[in-house]
């Protein structure tokens, strides 16, 4: 279990389709996100402007088109407190309005009723603003919410709101009456705020330059509103690297390394907005290696992602994902026994309980998680496992819960789903029997290589690559007349042996001192 000041550094791999963060703890990897750069893809707390496709009494929801292949859905319930407020917003809007005075300008109303019916305030062709509270998963589209909320570090913007609240994770009195009164004192018409934990001793320079920026972003979506009454982006939340900076910084985050300039100096301006003494931990990447190895992700990324995960001592990890819910077997594997069966395999599951709170944020699993842990006798060790998967889990950011143990030694986890769960394939194919299974003889691999050695003809260099893998490299080499002997003999060329670590038994690839491959 990570402690909670432990180190945590996070690595934004910049590429030319896509962006990936990696958050390393202690320098293990325990989250990995994704962000393309190529096209849009509806992410959580993206705002739309969206349009009534179909009322569903029955379930008091309506689909509405935001633009995705997927129609979305909206609940009654998610249409929020002051949906009249925004509908009218919206009517009222045009090219020709001045927005600010027709923001400010809206009575806010009465709250809309708690058992009310969907189809008394929504009308198939309605246009509405929206976001995204749950990414599109499998069939289903996204979920909604038109209860529109910008989240800063310090604090959460809510148009069209009357209050301010504040967390109640802050316990000093005095300060929740200085936040408020500030906050309060700042805020325009018609807008309502949530005040963080983090927003706790923070100066008021540093929430009134919050507050703005936050507001230039809802307020600069208005002209996309008035101008075109049609479906569309409105506006995004932050790119995926400043939300995590936004959901995680705390002062036990060391550092931020980035691979590209300009998504540097985009993440150092927003660590300088909303924690300016910390703006220092970004640092530009330029090493040669790419980042993800030089911070060895790749490798973790490749370890962690399979069908079976190892463990320490020879235990493992066996997890399926299916349509319905995640399944996770525990192992002991060739683990040696102590004399003490019991506490053995209360140790064992200790150890899974680590890993498993990893996969979960790791691959972000969401839906209903069961875990077999290994059967253990006394009530005493299972509640200790519960107790201490609980411990584990209380630093992961999407909602859980936990049951006990069952009698047949299953966990049952729901953990909420918010985007598709993250697969990376970990195995390859075969470069040699591309799939098939089977491969050349090993006793002809040689009439192999030289059969390409001929066929190069006039494009043979005098001096050449060769790269093979360790145990054709000793093959080849073996005695005093090997074939590499024989075949500079034969061919007039000088053969320089490679030995790649990478390659398949009977893998080969000739190359000139150039690197430019020849076959």
Not at 137 to 154: D, H, M, P, Q, V
Request: charged share 30%; hydrophobic share 40%; proline share 3%.
């Amino acid at each position: 279990m990570e402690s909670e000041n432990s180190a945590k550094d996070l690595i934004v791999n910049v590429g030319p389709s896509e962006v990936k963060l990696a958050l390393l703890e202690n320098g293990r990897l325990v989250e990995l996100n994704k962000e393309s750069t190529l096209d849009h893809s509806y992410s959580v707390g993206d705002v739309f402007m969206g349009r009534v496709k179909k009322i569903l009494p029955a379930l008091n929801a309506a689909f509405v088109d935001i633009g995705d292949s997927k129609e979305a859905f909206i609940h009654y319930l998610d249409l929020g407190l002051y949906f009249d407020a925004y509908d009218e917003f919206v009517r009222k809007s045009n090219g020709n309005t001045r927005m600010k005075g027709l923001y400010s300008g809206i009575q806010i109303g009465t709250p809309l009723a708690k058992e009310g019916r969907i189809e008394n305030v929504l009308k198939v062709g309605q246009m509405i603003i929206v976001q995204i509270t749950k990414e599109p998963i499998s069939t289903k589209g996204s979920r909604l919410t038109a209860e529109i909320s910008l989240a800063g570090r310090n604090i959460v913007l809510l148009p069209f709101a009357q209050k301010v609240s504040i967390s109640q994770k802050i316990s000093s009195k005095e300060e929740k009456r200085r936040l408020e009164t500030l906050v309060s004192n700042i805020l325009p018409q018609n807008y309502g705020a949530i005040i963080r934990t983090a927003a706790e001793g923070k100066n008021a320079a540093i929430l009134v330059a919050e507050l703005k920026s936050l507001i230039e972003k809802w307020e600069g979506s208005w002209q996309k509103i008035a101008k075109r009454k049609t479906v569309g982006l409105l506006f995004t939340e932050y790119s995926k690297t400043t939300a995590i900076l936004r959901d995680l910084l705390n002062d036990s985050f060391t550092n931020v390394y980035v691979n590209d300039e300009k998504i540097y100096e985009e993440t150092r301006k927003y660590i300088s907005l909303i924690s300016p003494e910390q703006e220092k931990i970004v640092k530009l990447y330029d090493g040669k290696e790419p980042i993800f190895d030089h911070f060895e992700v790749t490798r973790q990324i490749k370890s962690s992602f399979g069908k079976v995960v190892p463990m320490r001592q020879g235990a493992y990890l066996v997890i399926e994902t299916t349509e319905a819910l995640n399944v996770i077997d525990v192992n002991s594997g060739i683990r040696a026994k102590t004399t003490d069966q019991e506490e053995n395999t209360f140790e064992v599951n200790k150890f899974a309980a680590e890993e498993i709170a990893r996969q979960l944020r790791l691959r972000d699993m969401g839906g209903i998680v069961i875990v077999d842990f290994i059967d253990m006798e006394t009530q005493e060790h299972k509640n200790e496992l519960l107790k201490y998967m609980q411990e584990l889990m209380a630093q992961d950011r999407a909602k859980h819960n936990i049951l006990p143990l069952t009698k047949f030694g299953l966990m049952q986890i729901t953990r909420q789903r918010i985007r598709p769960v993250t697969t990376i394939e970990t195995q390859e194919t075969c470069p040699v029997c591309h799939g098939t299974g089977k491969i050349a003889s090993s006793l002809v691999i040689d009439e192999d290589i030289e059969r390409t050695l001929e066929d190069l003809g006039s494009k043979r260099p005098e001096r050449m690559i060769l790269r093979v893998s360790p145990i054709l490299g000793a093959y080849l080499t073996r005695g005093f007349n090997s074939y590499v002997r024989k075949w500079k003999k034969k061919y007039k060329c000088k053969i320089d042996l490679q030995e790649m670590t990478g390659f398949s038994v009977l893998q080969y690839e000739f190359y000139d001192l150039n690197e430019k491959k020849l076959a």
